[in-house]
Antibody, heavy 121, light 107 residues
């Protein structure tokens, strides 16, 4: 059974860069896209972007200029960096397994436990 | 971007009630619509994928239907553990987008 465990700094200052790690346990890393999704407190969900084992990425255009998603297949880990943080980036950030690359069949399951990232001076 | 609109944004219901949540897409997304349940402080959990396929382990009281732009999630007999927020998500095109959520509360 695949499980995702994530971690990273939870309190950052404006203009700093968010860095999160997601580790995949108990299943195949290859053959899937791996996503980052965020949820501001009390609000809805926003897809940030995804990566596969080859390093092919897709980003949400709303964040593309500030986002980098990367992968380390040897460790079954993928990473999120979000730069030039503002208070609007305060959210719970989730990692999740997506589809196998065929558009349309891209749902998220399972999810990591979530990391609350607060941006405040 | 494809906009996903859920209604209602919240509802109150009693145990045993039949509950229906609607999700509308701003353009046709065929059957590429997924539903999630999120409990307070927890990650979302996949319930339904491609509009009507029940994820393994999800109770049979959950069902999904629809295609094109209009979709529904139905809980046939609401149970105490079903009080949560429900989100739809389109997987027709990137950026992948979610509905605003429907909070199901105890009446």
């Amino acid at each position: 059974q695949v499980q995702l465990q994530q971690w990273g700094a939870g309190l950052l200052k404006p203009s700093e860069t968010l860095s999160l790690i997601c580790a995949v346990y108990g299943g195949s890393f290859s053959g899937y896209y791996w996503s980052w999704i965020r949820q501001p407190p009390g609000k809805g969900l926003e897809w940030i972007g995804e990566i596969n084992q080859s390093g092919s990425t897709n980003y949400n255009p709303s964040l593309k200029s500030r986002v980098t998603i990367s992968v380390d297949v040897s460790k079954n880990q993928f990473f999120l960096k979000l730069s030039s943080l503002t208070a609007a980036d305060t959210a719970v950030y989730y990692c999740a397994r997506g589809g196998e690359g065929q558009l349309g069949y891209n749902w998220f399951d399972p999810w990591g436990q979530g990391t609350l990232v607060t941006v405040s001076s | 971007d494809i906009q996903m609109t859920q209604s209602p944004s919240s509802l109150s219901a009693s145990v045993g009630d039949r509950v229906t949540i609607t999700c509308r897409a701003s353009q046709s997304i065929s059957s590429y619509l997924n539903w999630y349940q999120q409990k307070l402080g927890k990650a979302p959990k996949l319930l339904i994928y491609t509009a009507s396929s029940l994820q393994s382990g999800v109770p049979l009281r959950f069902s999904g239907s629809g295609s094109g732009t209009d979709f529904t999630l139905t809980i046939s007999s609401l149970q105490p553990e079903d009080f949560a927020t429900y989100f739809c998500q389109q997987s027709y095109s990137t950026p992948l987008t979610f509905g605003g959520g429907t909070k199901v509360e105890i009446k």
